[in-house]
């Protein structure tokens, strides 16, 4: 089973990179997404991803094929085979 993992904003200045397909098992969780993705980029580490490595920090959220975005209860779900991903930032300013 695949997802891809579509970087945008910082997680996308700190990985330099657009997008990762990644395989993974079909009961493979949201939170063990974001544990995977802290493993193959640590500095997303305490930038996007919490230090405890379980949860976004703050104004980092994902979006789930760009329709809608997984709150903390969402995170021990599982992704269905081809879905996207996109790790992003939310900044407000004024």
Known sequence: MEVLIEFQGISRVITKSKKLPLDIKPDTTYRQ???R???LYPDLVGEVIAK???TMLGSNMVS???K???RPSDLENSPA???KLTI???LAGG
Do not use: C, F, Y
């Open 33 to 35: 997404i974001i544990q």
């Open 37 to 39: 993705l802290a493993v």
């Open 52 to 54: 405890d490595q379980l």
């Open 64 to 66: 789930l094929n760009g």
């Open 68 to 70: 809608n975005m997984l």
């Open 81 to 83: 085979d081809g879905d």
């Open 88 to 90: 992003m930032s939310i």
